[in-house]
Protein backbone atom coordinates (compact mmCIF):
# COMPACT_ATOMS: atom_id res chain seq x y z
CA UNK A 1 0.00 0.00 0.00
CA UNK A 2 1.23 3.58 -0.59
CA UNK A 3 2.14 5.64 2.18
CA UNK A 4 -0.42 8.48 2.81
CA UNK A 5 1.04 12.00 2.84
CA UNK A 6 -0.67 14.27 5.34
CA UNK A 7 -1.66 17.80 4.48
CA UNK A 8 0.58 20.84 4.55
CA UNK A 9 -2.06 21.61 7.88
CA UNK A 10 -0.53 18.90 9.74
CA UNK A 11 -4.35 17.23 9.61
CA UNK A 12 -5.38 14.22 8.15
CA UNK A 13 -3.98 13.16 4.54
CA UNK A 14 -6.19 15.02 1.15
CA UNK A 15 -8.69 12.25 0.14
CA UNK A 16 -8.52 10.61 -2.87
CA UNK A 17 -9.97 12.34 -5.94
CA UNK A 18 -13.36 11.24 -7.29
CA UNK A 19 -12.43 7.81 -9.82
CA UNK A 20 -14.71 9.33 -12.80
CA UNK A 21 -12.54 12.73 -12.48
CA UNK A 22 -9.42 10.55 -12.69
CA UNK A 23 -11.22 8.94 -16.07
CA UNK A 24 -12.49 11.93 -17.63
CA UNK A 25 -9.09 13.66 -17.18
CA UNK A 26 -7.03 11.26 -18.99
CA UNK A 27 -9.18 10.27 -21.46
CA UNK A 28 -9.46 13.81 -22.12
CA UNK A 29 -6.38 15.29 -21.18
CA UNK A 30 -2.80 13.81 -23.24
CA UNK A 31 -3.50 10.77 -20.89
CA UNK A 32 -2.02 12.00 -17.92
CA UNK A 33 -4.49 14.83 -16.13
CA UNK A 34 -5.70 12.18 -13.99
CA UNK A 35 -2.73 10.39 -13.28
CA UNK A 36 -1.06 14.00 -12.03
CA UNK A 37 -3.89 14.61 -9.66
CA UNK A 38 -3.81 10.87 -8.17
CA UNK A 39 -0.07 12.45 -8.12
CA UNK A 40 1.45 9.57 -10.14
CA UNK A 41 3.77 11.77 -11.42
CA UNK A 42 6.11 9.05 -13.73
CA UNK A 43 2.97 7.40 -15.14
CA UNK A 44 1.63 10.96 -16.17
CA UNK A 45 4.75 11.80 -17.86
CA UNK A 46 5.23 8.13 -19.74
CA UNK A 47 1.27 8.72 -20.60
CA UNK A 48 1.80 12.76 -21.89
CA UNK A 49 4.93 11.27 -23.98
CA UNK A 50 3.09 8.20 -25.73
CA UNK A 51 0.17 10.56 -26.65
CA UNK A 52 1.83 12.81 -28.07
CA UNK A 53 4.11 10.12 -30.33
CA UNK A 54 0.70 8.57 -31.53
CA UNK A 55 -0.31 11.55 -33.07
CA UNK A 56 1.71 10.48 -35.54
CA UNK A 57 -0.35 7.72 -36.29
CA UNK A 58 -3.07 10.28 -37.15
CA UNK A 59 -4.36 9.93 -33.05
CA UNK A 60 -4.69 6.19 -33.06
CA UNK A 61 -2.24 5.36 -30.77
CA UNK A 62 -3.28 8.67 -28.63
CA UNK A 63 -6.74 7.41 -28.49
CA UNK A 64 -5.15 4.06 -27.22
CA UNK A 65 -3.23 5.51 -24.91
CA UNK A 66 -6.21 7.94 -23.40
CA UNK A 67 -8.29 4.69 -23.07
CA UNK A 68 -5.81 3.02 -21.25
CA UNK A 69 -4.86 5.85 -18.82
CA UNK A 70 -8.63 6.19 -18.26
CA UNK A 71 -9.52 2.81 -17.30
CA UNK A 72 -6.14 2.67 -15.13
CA UNK A 73 -6.41 5.84 -13.60
CA UNK A 74 -10.12 4.81 -12.23
CA UNK A 75 -9.04 1.69 -10.98
CA UNK A 76 -6.16 3.20 -9.15
CA UNK A 77 -8.53 6.14 -7.97
CA UNK A 78 -10.92 3.36 -6.89
CA UNK A 79 -8.41 1.59 -5.01
CA UNK A 80 -7.11 4.38 -3.21
CA UNK A 81 -10.81 5.59 -2.78
CA UNK A 82 -11.24 1.90 -1.09
CA UNK A 83 -8.36 1.96 0.93
CA UNK A 84 -9.05 5.51 2.64
CA UNK A 85 -12.35 4.36 3.65
CA UNK A 86 -11.38 1.48 5.80
CA UNK A 87 -10.58 3.01 9.15
CA UNK A 88 -10.57 0.83 12.56
CA UNK A 89 -13.20 2.14 14.89
CA UNK A 90 -12.30 4.29 17.65
CA UNK A 91 -11.59 2.55 20.86
CA UNK A 92 -13.91 3.39 23.48
CA UNK A 93 -12.62 4.81 26.46
CA UNK A 94 -15.90 2.88 29.14
CA UNK A 95 -15.19 -0.41 26.93
CA UNK A 96 -12.99 -2.83 29.39
CA UNK A 97 -11.77 -5.79 28.31
CA UNK A 98 -12.88 -9.48 30.31
Known sequence: MLPQVPSPGGGSPDPPPD?????????????????????????????????IAGLWSCGVVSGLVALAAAIDGYREAKRRLAASSVAEPPASPHHAEL
Open 19 to 51: PNLVLILNLLVFGAAGYWLLGARTKAVIAAILW
